[in-house]
Structures are given as C-alpha cells and as structure tokens.
C-alpha cells in the first residue's frame, strides 16, 4: 500500500530542519517545485493572488480546497502544506475543510488559535480563543483526520502565554507546534527545549521575526521552516520593474533578453507539469510541445525534482 503524503511527511521531520517555500496560485508553484519539494500554500499568499486583499479573514474554505486540488494535479509528489486560518470558523467546517484536503492529497495543515476577525500573524491586533475552546476545535480536527500532518500555530505574543499553550497542542496530539512572530532565537530555543512536538517558525520579510538561516534555527531546535511570501513579493518587484521598463522603452517588449524568459521558457515549465500526467508511460505518440517551436538553447520540460537532480 502506498504510503500518504502526511505519513510521509511525518517520516521526513528529523534534526534539519525542513524549508517549506510559500506560494500563491499554480504558477508559482510549480516554479518553487522546481527547487524545492515542500510547498507551503500561504494564506497571505492567497489572499492576495486571488481576492487582491490583504490576509484579514476574506478566504472562504472552498476556494482553498479547490486551490489544493488543482496543485496537486500537476505535483503529485511535492509536499502541501496548507494554511487553513482558523479552519474557518466553527469547528464543524474545520473537520470538513480538513477531511477534504486530505482527501485531495494535502500532506499538512496549519491551524491557529485567532479569534474572528482574523489576520496575519505579523500584523498587529490580533485577539486569540480561549485556550479550552481552542483545543476542543484541535482534538476534533485531530480525530478527523487519517494521517494528516497537524501544525497547530498560536499567536499569543507573551511568552509564557505562547509556551503554555504550545505544550496544550502537543499535549492534545499536535504534529508539531508553531508560535507565529517569534522576536529572537531565544525564544525558539526555550520553545524547543520544553515543547515535546517539532517545532515550526515562519520566516516573513517585513515581519516581527528576524531573518535568520537555516544553520542557526536547527541550532535554536526548528524542525520545519515555514517562508510564508518569497514567490508573492518576488513577483510583485519583477511585475512592478518589468512595467516600468515596457514604459520607459515606449512600449518595445524586451522578448526576454534582460529577464531569460519568453514564450519557449514558459512553455517548457508548463509542459513539465503536463508532462506528469504521462509519468510512467513510454508512448512517442504524446506531444508536449503544445505547437510551440522551442526556440535554440531553450530547456526543455522537466519534472520538480529533475533539475536538481542534474
């Protein structure tokens, strides 16, 4: 029997810690699953890419399941892990939301302890459940679910508010534990050493947290790194300076001279994901090109992993 994404994913959590690279739509996804394979499918991410609006509590929980089935579509082997707010709402829909992603392929969920009305865990104002009440929605998701991976977040910024309701989640049966907007690896490493369950920090530029690598939150005792926003806010500069030059150039395209993509580029990266849904199968009847003459020097369609691989 084939083992499930979330069994899988539990079997990987060891002593490195593992990067889980923030995305917001299909696209670019599949340029992170490029590089790496565990994905995070930021709520911030998403409020943006498809309300246009800012992470406060817009999403609705089935656009975030339809979300999580077209990317598993194309990525069947990459890890998703998904960030389900306060599992919208009621208790109820939590265990619905999260029997359906598991259902759809999802490896793991994040789950936090904020109140309604809800927002980014770096932003300012937020209000939190009452820690009971908060563990009564957890226990419920954690029955739920078959094998799902569970982070359970809270974003109490006291810290011995925080710690004590980390040790309440793992307590509760909790995957592993997230305190969001941790100011110093100090913290992280009190956290690590009174936690029984991995423990998660979310790395956001422009948050509460300091940037940090990777070698010093395994020495702080991190298991899973979660960077919330690097596609969003990368593609927001390339759009931004992209336009400014199409003006600047009175409107002559660049035709990927300065920026290495055009239309053979994109095509390829397209024709990757295509391409694993013929995984498997030997048949030079299957034409991936999709018409388009790749232009010399262009790459070819690769499957996430192969590139690294090389």
Not at 146 to 173: S, W, Y
Not at 252 to 276: D, F
Request: glycine content about 8%.
């Amino acid at each position: 029997m084939e083992i499930s994404y979330g069994a899988r994913l539990r079997q990987e959590v060891g002593d490195r810690p593992i990067p889980f690279i923030g995305v917001y739509d299909a696209f670019s996804a599949s340029l992170a699953a490029r590089h790496y394979d565990h994905l995070f499918l930021s709520g911030f991410g998403f409020a943006a890419s498809y309300y246009g609006l800012p992470d406060i509590g817009f999403i609705a929980w089935s656009d975030i399941t339809a979300y999580v089935g077209r990317l598993r579509s194309v990525m069947p082997h990459t890890h998703l892990l998904v960030d389900i707010d306060d599992g919208y709402c009621d208790t109820e829909v939590a265990c619905h939301v999260v029997a359906l992603l598991e259902s759809l392929g999802a490896s793991g969920v994040v789950l936090e302890d904020q109140q309604r009305p809800r927002r980014c865990g770096h932003y300012s104002g937020k209000r939190l459940m009452e820690l009971p009440e908060f563990l009564e929605k957890l226990k419920r998701v954690l029955a739920t679910r078959r094998e799902l991976f569970v982070v359970a977040r809270t974003d109490a910024h006291q810290p011995e508010e925080a710690l004590k309701r980390v040790i309440a989640f793992a307590e509760a049966g909790a995957d592993a534990v997230l305190v969001d907007a941790v100011p110093d690896l100090a913290t992280l490493r009190a956290l690590s050493l009174s936690v029984k369950a991995p423990l998660v920090c979310n790395q956001l530029p422009g948050g509460k947290s300091p940037a940090w690598s990777l070698t010093e939150m395994a020495e702080a005792g991190v298991s899973l790194v979660i960077y919330s926003t690097p596609c969003l806010f990368a593609a927001q500069e390339a759009i931004t300076n992209t336009l400014i030059t199409l003006r600047e150039r009175d409107g002559r395209l660049s035709q990927g001279v300065t920026t290495g993509v055009a239309l053979p580029e994109c095509t390829a990266l397209l024709n990757g994901n295509l391409a694993w849904r013929y995984e498997g199968l030997a048949d030079d009847r299957i034409d991936l090109s999709g018409g388009i003459e790749q232009a010399d020097g262009a790459p070819e369609f690769t499957l996430p992993g192969q590139a690294r691989a090389a």
